[in-house]
């Protein structure tokens, strides 16, 4: 038998699956080695109300933890120098208003002085956030 010389196909395309494949690869590597940031939180419980509202305003926030600890913003703060502090942040914005999260079990004594605090401050207008506890609303 005779045997016919092939001749050999000239591919004009390149291959992408080696390089998809070291993409995907790198793409799980840096997604695997990387360190998400997450935001510092208090952790707090806060009370239940039956028609709290989550308001979306620029606000300055004053966090009392259970044991007594407040935070302005996310910066721990004596309670002798929070109403000098809040002054300071308060003359920045338009509408100045402070939203105060307390811990259900922080004393009420201390809220009230927060709230003394944040008055003699010269705050607009303040809140206390509460979460929304499961049942109806008033009618």
């Known amino acids: 038998m005779i045997e016919f010389a092939r001749r050999r196909k000239n591919h004009e395309h390149i291959n992408l699956t080696p390089l998809v494949d070291v993409v995907f690869l790198l793409l799980l590597f840096f997604m695997l080695s990387s360190q998400f940031v997450s935001a510092p939180t208090i952790k707090i419980a806060l009370p239940d109300s039956k028609i709290s509202q989550p308001e979306v305003q620029k606000e300055v926030i004053v966090t009392i933890a259970k044991d007594g600890a407040l935070f302005l913003d996310q910066d721990r703060i004596m309670l002798t120098g929070l109403m000098y502090s809040l002054q300071e942040k308060l003359k ?39 979460e929304k506890k499961g049942g109806e609303g008033p009618k």
């Open 92 to 130: 920045k914005m338009k509408k100045p208003a402070v939203r105060i999260k307390a811990d259900r079990e922080a004393m009420l004594g201390l809220v009230v002085n927060v709230v003394d605090e944040i008055r003699l401050a010269g705050a607009g207008s303040f809140s206390i956030e509460t």
